[in-house]
């Protein structure tokens, strides 16, 4: 997981009557205070309770946090309360690094603490089943959490789409958080679609261009866009990551079962000298591949004979829980399929090839 710096934050005390926002004190406001607006009294993050009496900017955060005096405290002190930490998480995200899980589990219990913390059974975050009928505080649940998974993913396929895209909308707009984008994102892809194809596209153009973002963009792009659309977009989104987390994050193109990217993983290959990982296996696999060119491949020459290798290695296997696993397209006989690997391994006798070969035919 990739987390922010850690740096010394720039405490700035405001006078209370400084910000305001229009929300009702509560344990669970309806929105979240993304950044007060002027006109009186804005409410700390935190409590939600008492007016905002610091305004504490750390350097790669995107957003700043406004607290209370008491609220200010027991965040330099890793010591909120489960419900402080929720309600600041939902806001800000949970890869941010005072609220990431060095310092916090997903029920916002305080693991780094440096001073006890107070009335935290009076103060406990909000389970799954207390939010999962209200979109907004089931966005909010999200948010925090920072991942989905099939229980929260269940509980927002039960919501009305429309609902769920206006309030993932209210709580990323404008949307600047790679923590809040990706878990965005993810929402788009499993429990939206093409309905919040405009938001994405717009997000894709205007967000921060970090590798985690970048990848989400990937994910969310063939459940959002039109096949031609998400295949281009794909690309693109890829071609903005570092080129050091090119051979890492390539796997994520098997998303799009696209055969195209099987031929974008070839010409890459033949026109570019950057180190080849294992994860080239998993876009091929997943992109669809018939036998005829993996041969092919094979026969030509490193690198394309170690994509094969692994192209196979990863074929009938579950790569993500939202794509089915690949399998190779038109195979032939499979005492045929095996003496091309047998006469393969001749040419390349390199431990890890013959380590490749053996997993392959013993499957």
């Given at each position: 997981m990739e987390h922010p710096q850690q740096n010394v934050p720039f405490v700035l005390s405001l006078p209370p009557t400084l910000f305001h926002v229009?929300?009702?004190?509560?344990?669970?406001?309806?929105?979240?205070?993304?950044?007060?607006?002027?006109?009186?009294e804005a409410r700390c993050q935190a409590c939600r309770v008492r007016p905002v009496a610091h305004c504490l900017d750390e350097a790669g955060n995107e957003e700043a946090y406004f607290l209370c005096g008491e609220g200010a405290h027991r965040f330099d002190a890793r010591a909120l309360r489960p419900l402080?930490?929720?309600?600041?998480?939902?806001?800000?995200?949970?890869?941010?690094?005072?609220?990431?899980?060095?310092?916090y589990d997903l029920d916002g219990t305080a693991l780094q603490l440096m001073e006890p913390v107070l009335d935290a059974s009076l103060h406990s975050a909000p389970s799954l089943d207390q939010v999962r009928d209200n979109a907004e505080r089931l966005v909010d649940y999200a948010m925090a959490r920072g991942v989905l998974d099939d229980e929260l993913i269940d509980a927002f396929s039960k919501l009305d789409k429309t609902s769920l895209f206006q309030a993932l909308q209210a709580r990323t707009q404008p949307a600047k958080n790679p923590g809040k984008l990706r878990v965005a994102c993810e929402l788009c892809a499993q429990c939206i679609g093409p309905l919040a194809q405009d938001w994405v596209r717009q997000q894709s153009?205007?967000?921060?261009?970090?590798?985690?973002?970048?990848?989400?963009?990937?994910?969310?792009?063939?459940?959002?866009?039109?096949?031609d659309e998400a295949f281009e977009r794909a690309l693109g989104f890829f071609g903005r990551m570092r080129v050091g987390d090119h051979g890492e994050k390539v796997h994520l193109l098997g998303i799009l079962q696209d055969p195209r990217v099987v031929d974008w993983i070839e010409r890459r290959l033949a026109d570019s000298s950057e180190t080849i990982g294992g994860y080239r296996g998993d876009a091929v696999?997943?992109?669809?591949?018939?036998?005829?060119?993996?041969?092919?491949?094979?026969?030509?020459?490193?690198?394309?004979?170690?994509?094969?290798?692994?192209?196979?290695r990863y074929l009938g296997r579950l790569v993500t829980t939202t794509v089915p696993a690949p399998k190779l397209l038109e195979p032939q006989e499979e005492r045929a399929m095996a003496q091309v690997l047998n006469d393969y391994l001749r040419k390349d006798s390199a431990p890890r090839v013959e380590q490749r070969v053996r997993l392959i035919q013993d499957r």
């Open positions: 229009e929300q009702p004190a509560g344990v669970l406001p309806s929105r979240n205070m993304e950044s007060p607006s002027a006109g009186g402080e930490w929720f309600n600041l998480a939902s806001v800000h995200g949970s890869i941010t690094y005072r609220l990431q899980e060095d310092f153009n205007e967000g921060p261009k970090s590798t985690i973002v970048m990848a989400a963009f990937i994910r969310a792009a063939p459940h959002c866009f039109p096949r696999a997943g992109s669809g591949i018939s036998w005829n060119p993996i041969r092919s491949w094979l026969a030509r020459g490193r690198p394309l004979w170690l994509v094969a290798l692994d192209t196979l």
